[in-house]
């Protein structure tokens, strides 16, 4: 009972901002237990059911529809920095607008995306864009428009999650994506026990979840905690569109990268190695992907905080959660050594013999994460106080040297996933070591120039 007593005692001591984070961080732990818990269950699941040549065309198809979520021309992320810095100077009915213009305008130009997207689609062949055997034709084009409509539709609906995060409440945040997982998992099941089952049934179910849970979470948090700021056509004024996307204009381009280096993995692999490759490319990410779930929480709490701090001049509190996360982060690397080792027992209780992983494959994913942890530590704070241009400059150069490196250790040198994994740790290598240099400068007052921007 003391022991507990002493736990909760720290957990509430200290600045009113680290104590707001850490109970974000430890509700958010819980939630994302839960969620890996349903991700475990849902891999072995689909496998069984699909097949490891159908569950990797749907987990390519899944990652390039995905895409278009960058596409949003940096207005998520360009609302929850608004919408923070609106927060901490008092600045309520400025939020409203920056709410009321993000989600016309997104939901404009994610309209005009799935319009284009049905004019082009009809000469787009994916069972050879995806290299599925031809009896998947029909259904996959189907599959596609429907996903597609669904994934615009629910990362529209998902601002809210940028409010909430703004608001620094990571761990309400969380809960959207294992409540979605949840619903679908629930409803992949009876469909198992009332009908046969096929790609384009999971496909929709799957698409389908987020939609509604994140309509429920807008109705929800718009009639209660952020009823007075709740959307409205009235306060729509695109004179601020600028306000939000000078900013996140910068986050697109930065996002574009990041799919070309993380989501655009299993296109590449598909194209080189098939579609089979695929599976245990995903097998081995979502395993060592599981601690950089549980290390973005803190970061994804920090975010907003650090603008807040940022804005209030409080370097302190900064370099202090700077020194415990890179403390953390020696523990990481323990941690995805650990996992390496005990690898083939975890996967063969997972999965039993139904794919096989590679070991170099294993140890590829895993050198990756460590180096990525690493500089997500120092990219988070960047992003928060908005100087981006530098990181902007740097991801571009990361995304143009990732794609022939990537294809020519996967393809060339005959590694397969595990050199597309490589590429990506190689091409990531120079933000690694600049973003350090970034946020020693920020704290310190001395950027300048391009650090500044």
């Not at 007593?5 to 001591?13: D, P």
């Not at 109705?219 to 569109?241: A, E």
């Not at 996360?325 to 013999?353: E, G, N």
Request: proline residues 3%; glycine residues 6%.
């Amino acid at each position: 009972m003391k022991a507990i007593s002493q736990f909760f005692t720290k957990i509430n001591s200290g600045h009113s901002r680290s104590v707001k984070a850490r109970k974000n961080i430890l509700a958010s732990f819980f939630i994302k237990g839960i969620s890996i818990i349903i991700g475990l269950v849902f891999v072995p699941l689909l496998i069984g059911y699909l097949g490891d040549v159908e569950y990797g065309i749907w987990i390519t198809l899944s990652s390039i529809l995905a895409w278009v979520i960058y596409f949003d021309i940096g207005l998520g992320n360009g609302l929850r920095n608004r919408f923070a810095e609106s927060l901490a100077k008092g600045e309520h009915e400025m939020a409203r607008i920056y709410v009321s213009t993000a989600y016309v305008s997104l939901a404009l130009l994610f309209g005009s995306f799935f319009l284009v997207f049905l004019a082009i689609n009809p000469f787009l062949s994916w069972y050879e864009i995806l290299k599925a055997p031809a009896y998947l034709a029909s259904d996959l084009n189907q599959l596609v428009i429907i996903t597609f409509g669904f994934f615009l539709l629910s990362f529209t609906l998902k601002l809210i999650s940028a409010i909430i995060l703004a608001d620094q409440r990571t761990a309400i945040s969380n809960m959207f994506d294992p409540l979605s997982n949840l619903l679908a998992l629930i409803i992949i099941l009876a469909l198992f026990k009332i009908t046969d089952t096929s790609l384009l049934k999971l496909g929709i179910v799957i698409s389908l979840a987020p939609v509604i849970v994140y309509l429920l979470g807008n109705f929800y948090f718009f009639s209660k905690d952020y009823k007075q700021y709740r959307p409205s056509l009235k306060l729509v004024n695109f004179k601020y569109f600028k306000d939000l996307t000078g900013l996140g204009a910068k986050f697109f381009v930065i996002q574009i990268t990041v799919v070309i280096m993380l989501s655009a993995n299993t296109f590449i692999i598909t194209r080189v190695n098939g579609p089979e490759a695929v599976t245990p490319y995903n097998i081995a990410y979502k395993y060592f992907g599981m601690l950089l779930m549980l290390f973005t929480i803190v970061t994804n709490t920090l975010w907003s905080a650090y603008t807040e701090a940022y804005v209030k001049k409080d370097f302190a509190w900064i370099r202090k959660i700077t020194r415990t996360l890179v403390k953390a982060w020696v523990a990481v690397l323990f941690t995805l050594a650990f996992l390496l080792m005990i690898s083939p027992y975890f996967y063969h209780f997972w999965i039993r013999d139904k794919v096989e992983i590679p070991f170099m494959l294993s140890a590829s994913v895993a050198l990756f994460f460590g180096l990525y942890i690493w500089y997500i530590i120092f990219i988070y704070f960047i992003n928060g106080t908005g100087k981006i241009t530098l990181q902007l400059y740097i991801c571009v150069i990361m995304a143009v040297l990732y794609v022939p490196i990537a294809v020519f250790l996967a393809g060339n040198m005959g590694l397969g996933p595990a050199g597309v994994m490589l590429g990506s740790t190689i091409a990531y290598l120079p933000g690694a070591i600049i973003a350090p240099i970034q946020y020693k400068k920020i704290i310190s007052g001395t950027d300048r120039g391009i650090w500044s921007r």
